[in-house]
């Protein structure tokens, strides 16, 4: 690497793209993986710990959600926006079948929208899958505006990973002879679409269309994806195309994003104050990575062309010659680019374990943080979202004593009576609150059930207001619950997070006072992550 390099940066690169194509890893594994030194992998290991991006259990780590900041960051200044996905997932509709919006990254194909289908035969792409440009509808349209030199490095690869190792969203299976790209570009020049027969695997079939910038550039390709059990290659092509270049048509005309710099005003809110880490960890903690991945994530303003060096400066807190050399590396490493004065993130950010933490489901995000209240509160703890008049149990953390709440995933119990179904009703417009009672009224399950409509509909205005609710041996004596909202990031209440344990003699004050701080802490957490994974993410709900 050049001298002026953030080498602590460097390696928590290195380290991020091991464990985003790791099912799982231990350090060991991320040290052969990288050729990094064991002492200091556990240091950038203990670095990205301490910046929420890696999770420890036991001796393996795991990426988190949170790590999704940094391809948000990227999807942020490319202009993709609500609207353009919302639009996306429509035409999904529409058409019923897999739609998905893709750019170029080098020799390869960028997914960054994907609106699936749900059925038994579904496309399993998702955001940050990089497929070979030869092996895919959309690399025709984006290697038609490679130059001599594009058109090299693509012979060059295909010579040296014939079999397409580098690309770990391509289905497993023998080396095949790369498809004729010259030929298919030309194709797709003359006509104006691409379409893929079956290059990725035998079945899939794909048509797609260029969306181009102002200057008439490919900026996106959108695609309609399906399988030979429900269209021929032509026969799928005649069906979307009409609808295809429609929906293009209205993307090019949306005005460009315009960035929310301007020149003598620097904006703050990405700063991050590293003190109390480096106070915490000591040696162990890398401040150059973590300043470095500070202005990764402030490259996520720079919508249009990009943002100057003093705007990122302002924004990440740090001294210009900081920032400076952390955007030199991030460029080296294909992360950014920049025209001499402005600086712009590039798609590959997203190889950062984008793809496989969009992955993840609602009840995946937040069982970690459940096991880690059971941990301290050493009672179970569950998540449920409301299924009619009844809780669903989602997610659980249980805990192992001699006298426990015995509850598994998928078990129902009615609404009224719990915390959870409480906090979940509370949720609701009035409207739909008293419908859901009406239609299945209360009844009396303990000689401490409320079942008075009026009584239980001020105990449900009282758990509006206060944020949290209670359910003391309404259920079934001897049980008592703690319960808390969780919100999406419109502050819709989409399901509930509780402690459950046996009544005992204490008053029901202090099981609230030595719960609910804790209930409310790992509900943030909670939160914070699924915002983080759905901002440009579809995160699937039970």
């Given at each position: 690497?050049?001298?002026?390099?953030?080498?602590?940066?460097?390696?928590?690169?290195?380290?991020?793209?091991?464990?985003?194509?790791?099912?799982?890893?231990?350090?060991?594994?991320?040290?052969?993986?990288?050729?990094?030194?064991?002492?200091?992998?556990?240091?950038?290991?203990?670095?990205?710990?301490?910046?929420?991006?890696?999770?420890?259990?036991?001796?393996?780590?795991?990426?988190?959600?949170?790590?999704?900041?940094?391809?948000?960051?990227?999807?942020?200044?490319?202009?993709?926006?609500?609207?353009?996905?919302?639009?996306?997932?429509?035409l999904a509709d529409e058409l019923d079948e897999s739609v998905s919006l893709a750019v170029p990254d080098g020799d390869g194909v960028r997914f960054v929208t994907q609106a699936a289908r749900r059925r038994a035969m579904s496309v399993a792409f998702r955001i940050g899958d990089l497929l070979p440009a030869e092996r895919c509808a959309p690399g025709a349209l984006f290697a038609a505006e490679w130059d001599e030199a594009g058109w090299e490095a693509w012979r060059a690869r295909v010579a040296a990973d014939p079999g397409g190792e580098a690309f770990p969203a391509l289905p497993p299976g023998p080396a095949s002879?790369?498809?004729?790209?010259?030929?298919?570009?030309?194709?797709?020049?003359?006509?104006?679409?691409?379409?893929?027969?079956?290059?990725?695997?035998?079945?899939?079939?794909?048509?797609?269309?260029?969306?181009?910038?102002?200057?008439?550039?490919?900026?996106?390709?959108?695609?309609?994806?399906?399988?030979?059990?429900?269209?021929?290659?032509?026969?799928?092509?005649?069906?979307?195309?009409?609808?295809?270049?429609?929906?293009?048509?209205?993307?090019?005309?949306?005005?460009?994003?315009?960035?929310?710099?301007?020149?003598?005003?620097?904006?703050?809110?990405?700063?991050?104050?590293?003190?109390?880490?480096?106070?915490?960890?000591?040696?162990?903690?890398?401040?150059?990575?973590?300043?470095?991945?500070?202005?990764?994530?402030?490259?996520?303003?720079?919508?249009?062309?990009?943002?100057?060096?003093?705007?990122?400066?302002?924004?990440?807190?740090?001294?210009?010659?900081?920032?400076?050399?952390?955007?030199?590396?991030?460029?080296?490493?294909?992360?950014?680019?920049?025209?001499?004065?402005?600086?712009?993130?590039?798609?590959?950010?997203?190889?950062?374990?984008?793809?496989?933490?969009?992955?993840?489901?609602?009840?995946?995000?937040?069982?970690?943080?459940?096991?880690?209240?059971?941990?301290?509160?050493?009672?179970?703890?569950?998540?449920?979202?409301?299924?009619?008049?009844?809780?669903?149990?989602?997610?659980?953390?249980?805990?192992?004593?001699?006298?426990?709440?015995?509850?598994?995933?998928?078990?129902?119990?009615?609404?009224?009576?719990?915390?959870?179904?409480?906090?979940?009703?509370?949720?609701?417009?009035?409207?739909?609150?008293?419908?859901?009672?009406?239609?299945?009224?209360?009844?009396?399950?303990?000689?401490?059930?409320?079942?008075?409509?009026?009584?239980?509909?001020?105990?449900?205005?009282?758990?509006?207001?206060?944020?949290?609710?209670?359910?003391?041996?309404?259920?079934?004596?001897?049980?008592?619950?703690?319960?808390?909202?969780?919100?999406?990031?419109?502050?819709?209440?989409?399901?509930?997070?509780?402690?459950?344990?046996?009544?005992?003699?204490?008053?029901?004050?202090?099981?609230?006072?030595?719960?609910?701080?804790?209930?409310?802490?790992?509900?943030?957490?909670?939160?914070?992550?699924?915002?983080?994974?759905?901002?440009?993410?579809?995160?699937?709900?039970?």
């Amino acid at each position: 690497m050049p001298e002026e390099s953030v080498r602590p940066l460097e390696r928590g690169l290195a380290v991020l793209r091991a464990l985003a194509v790791a099912d799982q890893a231990r350090a060991g594994d991320l040290a052969r993986a990288t050729g990094l030194a064991r002492s200091t992998v556990d240091r950038v290991v203990a670095t990205l710990a301490r910046l929420g991006y890696v999770r420890e259990h036991g001796q393996e780590l795991h990426l988190t959600p949170r790590l999704m900041e940094l391809g948000n960051a990227y999807l942020a200044a490319s202009g993709l926006s609500g609207e353009v996905a919302a639009r996306t997932a429509r035409l999904a509709d529409e058409l019923d079948e897999s739609v998905s919006l893709a750019v170029p990254d080098g020799d390869g194909v960028r997914f960054v929208t994907q609106a699936a289908r749900r059925r038994a035969m579904s496309v399993a792409f998702r955001i940050g899958d990089l497929l070979p440009a030869e092996r895919c509808a959309p690399g025709a349209l984006f290697a038609a505006e490679w130059d001599e030199a594009g058109w090299e490095a693509w012979r060059a690869r295909v010579a040296a990973d014939p079999g397409g190792e580098a690309f770990p969203a391509l289905p497993p299976g023998p080396a095949s002879v790369p498809p004729d790209l010259f030929g298919r570009v030309e194709r797709s020049r003359a006509a104006g679409w691409a379409l893929d027969d079956q290059l990725i695997e035998p079945g899939l079939i794909a048509t797609a269309v260029p969306v181009r910038d102002r200057a008439g550039r490919v900026r996106y390709a959108l695609s309609a994806v399906s399988h030979t059990s429900r269209h021929t290659a032509d026969g799928l092509a005649q069906l979307v195309l009409p609808r295809l270049r429609e929906e293009a048509a209205h993307l090019e005309s949306l005005p460009p994003a315009t960035s929310p710099y301007t020149e003598g005003e620097l904006t703050s809110g990405q700063t991050t104050d590293t003190s109390d880490a480096k106070a915490e960890l000591g040696p162990d903690f890398l401040q150059s990575l973590a300043r470095g991945l500070t202005v990764l994530r402030a490259l996520g303003r720079a919508r249009g062309e990009g943002l100057p060096l003093t705007a990122i400066a302002g924004a990440t807190g740090l001294p210009r010659a900081t920032a400076r050399r952390c955007l030199h590396t991030l460029e080296v490493e294909g992360y950014a680019a920049h025209d001499g004065r402005l600086y712009r993130p590039l798609p590959r950010i997203l190889e950062l374990g984008y793809a496989r933490l969009s992955r993840l489901g609602f009840a995946d995000i937040a069982e970690p943080h459940l096991r880690q209240l059971t941990d301290r509160v050493h009672q179970s703890a569950s998540v449920t979202v409301l299924d009619g008049a009844e809780i669903l149990y989602v997610a659980r953390a249980a805990t192992v004593r001699v006298m426990s709440v015995y509850i598994t995933l998928g078990t129902r119990f009615p609404a009224y009576p719990t915390a959870m179904g409480r906090v979940l009703l509370a949720g609701l417009p009035k409207r739909d609150r008293t419908r859901l009672l009406k239609a299945t009224p209360p009844k009396p399950l303990t000689r401490s059930t409320v079942t008075d409509p009026a009584e239980l509909a001020r105990v449900l205005d009282r758990a509006a207001a206060d944020g949290y609710a209670t359910a003391d041996e309404e259920l079934e004596e001897g049980l008592r619950s703690v319960a808390v909202p969780l919100k999406d990031a419109g502050g819709r209440v989409v399901a509930a997070l509780n402690v459950a344990q046996h009544a005992g003699t204490a008053p029901l004050g202090e099981t609230v006072e030595a719960l609910l701080p804790l209930l409310r802490e790992s509900a943030a957490a909670i939160e914070t992550d699924l915002h983080t994974a759905a901002r440009f993410n579809s995160v699937r709900m039970p």
